[in-house]
């Protein structure tokens, strides 16, 4: 049997779990993976080892004549996972750094950047089952896919979850910091001009402040089988 191609969007707020629960959508259901966010963090990591962002100011004529140089892609393996490559070198543990964090939403809130990224998320998903997650996945990049998904929790919950990953990490870290730039990006992110973050009216709001990973799989298990009839 030929298998449909199926696409679930799963958008939320920044820090609320998104990639984590779409990485286990994926490997329960047999889909494809695609991070959009690690594609604006290729961006701005582009931009800022190229000097394009200077005293916090972004040089966009400058960005927009080198982006045509710039080839971002994921490879996968069993043992890393989904990671981004910026041509040979992996960047997976660069763009996830407060440095690149702090720059993405400007970055990500410029037109021909938006347009730049969703035609390589398009390349990307070509046939096949994808879940992607990201901001505007369900309304722009999307807005006919199958399921949509919209997530969130509480603001404490989200600043501690992204904390508690830079620490994992070995990075760098301070609460106070990572909940101002939540709250920074928040704000840019759902009140840029291009592509907003909104919820689609069609998406199922998924609220895990106080669930855990299995309780999100059980939920999304029920929406998959009773949508798509597709067993785990
Ligand atoms: O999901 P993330 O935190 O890695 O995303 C990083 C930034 O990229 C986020 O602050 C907003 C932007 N982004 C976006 O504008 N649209 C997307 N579809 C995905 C991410």
Not at 3 to 15: K, L, Q, V, Y
Not at 21 to 36: E, M, T
Not at 187 to 206: C, G, K, M, N, W
Request: aromatic fraction near 10%; proline fraction near 3%.
């Amino acid at each position: 049997m030929q298998i449909p191609d199926i696409i679930i969007a799963i958008d939320g707020w920044s820090s609320t779990g998104k990639s984590s629960f779409a990485k286990l959508v994926a490997s329960s259901f047999g889909f494809l993976y695609l991070d959009s966010g690690a594609m604006y963090r290729g961006v701005t990591l582009f931009a800022l080892e190229k000097g394009f962002i200077a005293d916090a100011a972004i040089d966009e004529a400058a960005l927009r004549l080198a982006l045509p140089g710039l080839e971002l892609h994921f490879e996968r393996d069993e043992e890393h996972g989904t990671r981004l490559f910026m041509g040979e070198r992996c960047i997976e543990g660069e763009i996830r750094g407060m440095k690149v964090s702090s720059f993405v939403s400007p970055i990500s809130a410029i037109a021909f950047v938006r347009a730049w990224v969703d035609e390589r998320l398009h390349a990307f998903s070509e046939g096949g089952r994808v879940v992607m997650d990201g901001r505007d996945i369900g309304t722009t990049v999307f807005p006919d896919a199958e399921l949509k998904i919209f997530m969130t929790a509480s603001p404490e919950v989200r600043a501690q979850r992204r904390y508690d990953e830079l620490v994992m990490k070995g990075q760098k870290a301070d609460l106070e910091e990572v909940r101002r730039n939540l709250q920074e990006r928040d704000y840019i992110d759902s009140h840029r001009e291009t592509s907003p973050l909104r919820q689609a009216q069609d998406a199922f709001v998924l609220d895990n402040s106080e669930m855990t990973f299995h309780e999100e799989l059980v939920w999304i298990q029920g929406l998959i089988q009773g949508k798509f009839g597709i067993l785990q």
